[in-house]
């Protein structure tokens, strides 16, 4: 298999997913689709602490010492926060949700619009944000395999189900988003090979980890955690962990 059929099948599978679930979600009452959305937001919750226990890895605590793995997920997340509010990237994202909803969406009342968003925000951040997709797109661009991916597609495929049935076909947008950020990973680990070391991939998937509690804290309605704004902390996370390995 080539390198980036990983994420062929990946955007092939939001797409089935969300297509199915556009279907299902208008035979279903509001209820249980909130439902869904619900039972989604557990189960996401589930793999952000999953991801999130990485902070204990021994890859990273050999490499930075037993204190400094929560002090670089906290100076991330900070650090990241403050990069993507002035960058306003929630904000941005949302603008990116419009604007499709606007091209791919005639009509429809604000209610409407407010849902595609949502959909296209939400599905992003969760197909975009876990571990399996850093990864399984670096794992796939270094010519290892695509079983990461391959996995990842399979699940993004059902929570797509669950999420175009309770939230409509902004949740097939986020497949645009989803070709973008794991296409890129994949040419960045063909053309770079393997960059960064253990301990730098370990910080990255904890942070990723805390970025997931706050896409199921959105879904379970709790709080609005704006996850777009602290996306940098993705990019910090391993930079923050080089500065202590070189200062240790």
């Known amino acids: 298999?080539?390198?980036?059929?990983?994420?062929?099948?990946?955007?092939?599978?939001?797409l089935l997913g969300s297509g199915i679930g556009v279907l299902v979600g208008h035979r279903l009452?509001?209820?249980t689709r909130d439902v869904v959305t619900d039972a989604l937001g557990l189960v996401t919750l589930l793999v952000a602490a999953l991801a999130a226990l990485a902070v204990a890895d021994?890859?990273?605590v050999d490499a930075v010492g037993d204190s400094a793995p929560v002090l670089i997920v906290l100076g991330s997340l900070l650090l990241g926060g403050i990069i993507g509010s002035l960058l306003r990237m929630e904000q941005r994202l949302e603008g990116v949700g419009g604007w499709l909803q606007g091209r791919l969406v005639s009509g429809g009342d604000s209610a409407e619009r407010r849902r595609f968003i949502e959909g296209f925000v939400a599905a992003s951040l969760l197909f975009c944000v876990g571990?399996?997709?850093?990864?399984?797109s670096?794992?796939?661009?270094?010519?290892?395999?695509?079983?990461q991916l391959i996995l990842k597609s399979v699940l993004d495929g059902f929570a797509s189900i669950a999420f175009a049935a309770s939230l409509g076909w902004g949740v097939a947008a986020s497949?645009?988003?989803?070709?973008v950020v794991q296409g890129s990973l994949t040419i960045v680990g063909a053309a770079l090979g393997s960059f960064l070391p253990d301990?730098?991939?370990?910080?990255l998937t904890a942070t990723g980890g805390l970025l997931l509690v706050g896409v199921g804290l959105r879904l379970l309605r709790i709080k609005q955690v704006p996850v777009g704004d602290l996306l940098p902390a993705l990019i910090v996370a391993p930079l923050l962990?080089?500065?202590?390995v070189v200062l240790r």
């Open 1 to 14: 298999m080539f390198r980036g059929i990983g994420t062929v099948v990946n955007v092939a599978a939001v």
């Open 29 to 31: 009452p509001q209820r």
């Open 58 to 60: 021994s890859a990273l």
């Open 131 to 136: 571990p399996l997709t850093i990864l399984g």
């Open 138 to 147: 670096l794992s796939d661009g270094l010519g290892n395999g695509a079983d």
């Open 175 to 179: 497949a645009l988003v989803v070709l």
């Open 199 to 203: 301990a730098h991939i370990v910080a």
């Open 241 to 244: 962990t080089q500065v202590v």
